[in-house]
């Protein structure tokens, strides 16, 4: 474990390790179980996924709301009182005609074999309303740029607003390896083969593995806890060594 530190000038930003919001963005708090809706923190991946970055917060008092008419922006929002120092005012402004930018002012000291990338926040793959922001991926170099200055946000679709909300997470920030230090290459026939006996053994087990865990949600789709079982024996076997 390494440590990620960093400074920023707003502290309501509130960097922290992503968590998921229930009730809220995540799901409602209802058991695995017969007649239960399904949400997305009962899916083991996803919620692995969902907690491996950091949230970054919306750090002002009033609501803003974002759209376009005519082709024009429209940032429908009170940042308060214009601070006494260089900072962009007001802090959201058009980056061209598809994309928009706020400035984030935080800076985050990764090593030289790390770099920091932004992504949307997990509670838009949850959103069903169109009104969450959608941060672009983009992946930057810290150990040497010193400031993530501004973010870059996708604009809304035609009809749609993105909604800023005082306490909402706006973004989620990934640690990842400078480089994508990998080839792509087929298996091998015996690689092949042995990932093919492997996923043949689970299939064969899944409904002992299964027994206690198999559920049936509102919507008449089924679940199983497969996956969870097998990711809690993998976890044990870590520990252990």
């Known amino acids: 474990m390494h440590d990620v530190k960093y400074?920023?000038?707003n502290p309501a930003l509130a960097p922290r390790r992503t968590k998921l919001e229930m009730p809220g963005w995540a799901g409602q708090p209802k058991p695995r179980a017969d007649g239960s809706h399904e949400y997305a923190w009962h899916?083991?991946?996803f919620t692995e996924g969902?907690?491996?970055g950091i949230e970054i917060f919306?750090?002002?008092q009033n609501e803003l709301r974002v759209s376009k008419k005519d082709g024009q922006w429209i940032f429908d929002g009170?940042?308060?009182s214009e601070p006494e120092s260089d900072l962009q005012w007001p802090p959201f402004r058009g980056f061209g005609n598809e994309y928009y930018t706020y400035q984030l002012l935080l800076d985050l000291k990764v090593g030289k074999e790390w770099a920091v990338r932004t992504e949307p926040h997990p509670r838009?793959?949850?959103d069903t309303t169109g009104t969450v922001p959608i941060a672009v991926p983009a992946l930057l170099r810290t150990e040497?740029?010193?400031m993530i200055s501004f973010v870059v946000f996708k604009a809304p679709m035609a009809g749609q607003t993105h909604i800023f909300r005082p306490g909402e997470p706006m973004l989620q920030l990934l640690v990842l390896p400078v480089t994508a230090d990998f080839v792509l290459a087929p298996m091998n026939e015996e690689?092949?083969?042995e990932r093919e006996m492997r996923g043949r053994r689970i299939h064969a087990s899944r409904p002992t593995l299964a027994e206690d865990s198999t559920w049936t949600s509102d919507t008449d789709t089924v679940f199983d806890g497969t996956y969870r079982y097998l990711l809690r024996a993998a976890k044990a076997r870590e520990r252990e060594t």
């Open 58 to 60: 919306y750090p002002y």
């Open 7 to 9: 400074r920023l000038v």
């Open 50 to 52: 969902a907690q491996y």
């Open 43 to 45: 899916c083991a991946p």
């Open 144 to 146: 040497w740029w010193p």
């Open 124 to 126: 838009f793959y949850t």
């Open 191 to 193: 690689e092949a083969a």
């Open 78 to 80: 009170d940042f308060g």
